[in-house]
């Protein structure tokens, strides 16, 4: 399954049903740049668990504020559309990994 791009418009239904871990980033973001190959890995390793979802905050900035994203990368883990976990900051796979099996 590939990562799915979400939008302000998109957000809601990408991520209501099952487990999503989203990726809140900008393309001018260093850690963004750094963690992207990691969640390729994670979305190849781990598909059947957890869907990933990426927004941009430049360009989705009404998604961003309604859930008080300040600095990036920041990853929810969201069950059923509801947020039950959060990272803030690059995170090693290993690390994304265990955040996903702890609400899978």
């Known amino acids: 399954m590939a990562i799915a791009k979400a939008t302000d418009q998109t957000f809601s ?8 871990l989203v990726d809140f980033w900008a393309p001018w973001c260093g850690p963004c740049k ?10 190849a390793e781990m598909s059947d668990k957890v869907k990933i979802v990426k927004v941009d905050v430049d360009d ?3 998604t961003a504020s309604k859930y008080g994203v300040m600095s990036i ?8 559309g509801e947020v039950v976990d959060k990272v803030v900051g690059y995170q090693p796979k290993e690390a994304l990994a ?4 702890k609400h899978a």
């Open 13 to 20: 239904t990408e991520t209501n049903e099952g487990l999503v």
């Open 34 to 43: 750094m963690i992207a190959p990691v969640l390729e890995e994670l979305d």
């Open 60 to 62: 989705n900035q009404e």
């Open 73 to 80: 990368p920041t990853l929810f883990v969201m069950k059923d």
């Open 98 to 101: 265990e955040l996903v099996n």
